[in-house]
């Protein structure tokens, strides 16, 4: 057993005992028999003669089931909520199952060499390797220089050359 279930264990034993010797040396208050009389605004009862005793307990009983039903209804609603979870991380788990074999299987296959194959001719208007629109001629010569112009020179600069 863990040390904090032996505590809740030895409370609640703590807690019974105390209760069995208030009980025990004040058995002529609760073994009286009183009738209780409840008034509403809408309706109006009379609980018949019952030992004070039992009316303790029934209150008690009723104000546990009362502060649990929260906690009740928190529990069943986070039940759902992970049993929503536990469905989606299995599907996951198997998309990533998938997708590893997937891995593999492409993995296995014969690697493409970087060499491209001679014998086959290379569309119209595109390069041979990257498969790209051809370029005008001379149009990197003209985009070189372009960008060579567009340098600014200082005036000190212009000087100390």
């Not at 209780?36 to 104000?63: K, S």
């Not at 390069?127 to 340098?151: D, F, S």
Request: glycine residues 4%; hydrophobic residues 40%.
């Amino acid at each position: 057993m863990s040390k904090n279930r032996k505590g809740k264990i030895i409370f609640w034993l703590l807690l019974i005992i105390f209760a069995v010797i208030i009980v025990f040396q004040n058995q002529g208050f609760f073994f009286t028999q009183q009738k209780l009389d409840v008034d509403l605004y809408f309706t109006q009862f009379t609980i018949p003669l019952t030992p004070v005793v039992a009316m303790f307990v029934i209150v008690f009983v009723l104000g546990w089931l009362i502060a649990c039903i929260p906690g009740m209804i928190a529990r069943y609603r986070l039940q759902k909520v992970n049993k929503l979870l536990k469905s989606q991380l299995e599907e996951k788990k198997s998309d990533l199952e998938s997708l590893k074999t997937q891995v593999e299987a492409l993995k296995q296959k014969e690697p493409v060499s970087a060499v491209p194959d001679v014998s086959q001719e290379p569309p119209t208007g595109t390069t041979e390797n990257t498969g790209q629109p051809e370029k005008e001629p001379g149009a990197r010569e003209t985009q070189e220089i372009q960008e060579t112009k567009a340098e600014p020179v200082s005036v000190s600069e212009k000087n100390q050359a």
